[in-house]
């Protein structure tokens, strides 16, 4: 009960900090998520309904992409973006934006790999019946689309939730920076660390909070499309 006292202390209390932490995984968690979503869905239906040579490599890749170790994505990410990396110029080491990045390398290979999936089982019986209206190609894939649109929703929340729960590689390339990159994640880890165990689990209760709403707002909307 002290630690449920706690979490709702720490909600109403409007600490700045705190509100801060909240924002900063909002935005790198709804970012990351729109954008993995936005180059993983295609591509794997993409992956799904076609067949040509190397598709069976690419999907190799792709699920073995799907176990990617974060600390060895955000590895990757900080080679290219410290200083003296291909992409130091561009100084993105230790913000949100480089958080981003390093999220959507975890997060694209799964939503591909799920889409190709549920694409695959679809995309046979879609085309058939495509071919018999005479849709175009364009037309058939808003059809898929629109077939598995509820099964998407699903890939892109358990994408949200990748997310949102990862520390190893936005520790690695964000740093924890107070008032700048720290996430709820990484401040639960800090706290952790501390000894503060009662702020450290008022703030998991605040983040599964968080992903409440958020699944449930996606909920209502596979609700109207299903």
Do not use: W, Y
């Not at 700048?180 to 952790?192: P, S």
Request: charged share 15%; proline share 3%.
């Amino acid at each position: 009960m002290d630690v449920i006292r706690e979490a709702f202390h720490l909600i109403l209390s409007g600490d700045a900090e705190l509100l801060q932490i909240i924002r900063t995984t909002l935005i790198m968690s709804l970012f990351s998520t729109g954008i993995s979503a936005l180059i993983g869905l295609p591509f794997g239906v993409f992956l799904g309904r076609s067949s040509f040579r190397g598709k069976g490599a690419l999907l190799r890749i792709t699920n073995t992409l799907m176990s990617l170790p974060p600390v060895v994505a955000g590895l990757v990410v900080f080679l290219l973006f410290r200083s003296i990396g291909p992409f130091g110029s561009l100084h993105l080491l230790f913000t949100v934006q480089v958080m981003v990045i390093a999220q959507v390398i975890l997060i694209t290979p799964i939503m591909t790999g799920l889409a190709a999936s549920i694409a695959g089982g679809k995309a046979p019986m879609l085309t058939e019946t495509a071919r018999g209206l005479h849709l175009s190609r364009p037309k058939q894939d808003g059809l898929l689309f629109r077939e598995c649109a509820v099964e998407f929703i699903s890939v892109i929340l358990l994408g949200f939730g990748r997310s949102i729960a990862e520390v190893g590689a936005v520790s690695l390339v964000g740093g924890n920076i107070q008032f700048k990159t720290r996430v709820m994640t990484t401040a639960i880890l800090l706290e952790t660390n501390k000894g503060n165990f009662k702020t450290a689990v008022a703030i998991g209760i605040v983040l599964l909070l968080l992903s409440l709403v958020v699944n449930s707002l996606a909920g209502s909307i596979q609700e109207r499309v299903s």
